[in-house]
């Protein structure tokens, strides 16, 4: 199991990026996925998930902002962040749990001006 992770940079307050995460290895239809961020000094926690038949869940703190997408044509979900704040600077991570999880590289999303 293969997850690449991309997207991430530097953005203004209020700016908008996009994440992509491209698992191999899997059958990527049949499995949800997920997206979670580490912030400095802080512990891994949970963003946002979508099930296999594409119904997200969000945690409090970016419902409204975030929206998780999935293509399984590509093998691929999404995480569009809108309205980005500062508290939201962290290291990304997509996972799939198979037995056991499995996280990506990660990909810095640094929210600043």
């Known amino acids: 199991v293969q997850l690449q992770a991309s997207g991430g940079g530097l953005v203004q307050p209020g700016g908008s990026l996009r994440l992509s995460c491209k698992a191999s290895g899997i059958m990527f239809r049949f499995n949800t996925l997920g997206w979670y961020r580490q912030a400095p000094g802080k512990e891994r926690a949970l963003v946002a998930t979508i099930t296999s038949g594409g119904t997200p869940d969000y945690v409090d703190s970016v419902k409204g902002r975030f929206l998780i997408s999935r293509d399984n044509t590509k093998n691929t979900v999404y995480l569009q962040m809108n309205s980005l704040k500062p508290e939201d600077t962290a290291v990304y991570y997509c996972?799939?749990?198979?037995?056991?999880?499995?996280w990506g590289q990660g990909t810095l999303v640094t929210v600043s001006s």
């Open positions: 996972n799939v749990k198979i037995v056991r999880d499995y």
